[in-house]
């Protein structure tokens, strides 16, 4: 998403970008006492940071073309209605995935196959903001889908592909998005067997798994040696198949996500409690953020921690107020990474973009 990270799996030149991008994975481990989603960014090294975004904020639409000229004009504006915890390579306000207080989760997986989908009544929204934009408006999987066509089109890098969206909330439910021939493409519980989702369409990876024993197939499955990098989805099926509750299905998440190739950014979050825990491939600890002890309000300030933060344990005490100063400096690092144009980061179209990001956000964050 992200393309990039999710960016996760969504960020890149096409062919550059799905070659090494191609590489994220999220499921969602559920039963009758826990509600557990994990993902995996795979794709290289990045800055990042994680950003807790207030709630009753006034926001407006930002497309390429708002990032990347003088066009300044704009047709959505809103206020956010619910706070959230995102991970961002981009900046404020540019998630490749997140987390709201009503447990709603949403992250961007790369998708080769991605259309756009056209709306003449709904103004553009650059992707990661599209995101957000959800975070900040429902508090549920089923009010996304219902509110789709109604929404904002989402804009992709210039001439790369684009992703698909993988969502849980808090009662276990799920379901996938995808840019299909124009339409949105939406597949929810009683379509996916087991709620996972990787960088192909779902019925690909499903009916490829359909071939081993433990889907009634004739083909044995052996985990031991079917760790391909195009194995993912098959290993992440057979392990949630297979967990028996242990009361620590936290534990039993991270260990899929380990078994599946470990991500540069990894997060698993309980939903019901609402307990994220997180590391990067830079600093490896695990570490915790309670997001029951956030301060989402008005009057709060937006916060933000490096993703590769040298702190341990509960991190909640180490945010920091985010300023536009610090928030330019991920912007920096982050955009030519995201775009996966070496040129772009000394190019006039990039000083266009961070001038008119500070401009953007002047009124929410402290100079």
């Excluded at 970008?17 to 559920?30: G, I, P, Q, R």
């Excluded at 196959?113 to 056209?118: A, D, F, L, P």
């Excluded at 081993?212 to 993912?232: H, P, S, T, V």
Aim: hydrophobic share 35%.
């Amino acid at each position: 998403m992200m393309k990039f990270l999710l960016l996760r799996c969504l960020l890149l030149s096409v062919i550059m970008y799905s070659t090494a991008v191609s590489a994220c994975s999220a499921f969602l481990l559920k039963g009758k006492d826990y509600c557990v989603v994990g993902f995996n960014e795979n794709w290289k090294t990045m800055p990042g940071m994680i950003v807790v975004n207030k709630r009753d904020v006034q926001k407006r639409n930002i497309s390429w073309e708002n990032l990347t000229t003088d066009n300044s004009k704009y047709q959505k504006e809103w206020i956010s209605k619910y706070g959230s915890v995102s991970f961002n390579l981009l900046g404020y306000d540019f998630p490749c995935y997140g987390v709201n207080e009503k447990g709603l989760f949403l992250v961007e997986l790369y998708l080769e196959e991605t259309s756009k989908v056209k709306n003449p009544s709904q103004p553009n929204m650059f992707w990661a903001q599209w995101i957000q934009y959800q975070l900040d408006h429902y508090k549920s999987v089923k009010e996304v889908v219902d509110h789709l066509n109604e929404g904002p089109n989402i804009d992709w890098w210039p001439n790369a592909a684009g992703s698909h969206f993988f969502l849980s909330d808090a009662a276990g439910n799920t379901a996938t998005i995808a840019l299909l021939d124009g339409k949105y493409k939406v597949l929810t519980d009683k379509d996916m067997p087991m709620p996972i989702l990787c960088n192909n369409q779902y019925e690909k990876d499903f009916a490829g798994a359909q071939k081993f024993d433990f889907l009634g197939g004739d083909e044995k499955f052996d985990f031991a040696n079917q760790g391909k990098w195009e194995d993912r989805y098959n290993r992440a099926y057979y392990m949630l198949k297979n967990y028996k509750y242990d009361r620590k299905p936290v534990n039993y998440a991270w260990n899929i996500l380990n078994s599946i190739h470990p991500g540069e950014w990894q997060t698993v979050i309980d939903l019901k409690n609402m307990n994220l825990t997180f590391r990067s491939d830079l600093k490896k600890e695990v570490k915790t953020i309670d997001i029951k002890k956030l301060d989402f309000s008005k009057n709060s300030s937006v916060k933000f921690l490096d993703i590769h933060t040298e702190s341990l344990g509960e991190v909640n005490k180490d945010f920091k107020i985010l300023t536009l100063s610090k928030n330019n400096e991920y912007v920096e690092k982050g955009f030519p990474i995201g775009y996966d144009n070496k040129e772009f980061g000394t190019s006039e179209m990039f000083t266009k973009l961070k001038g008119n990001l500070i401009r953007f956000f002047k009124n929410i964050l402290p100079e």
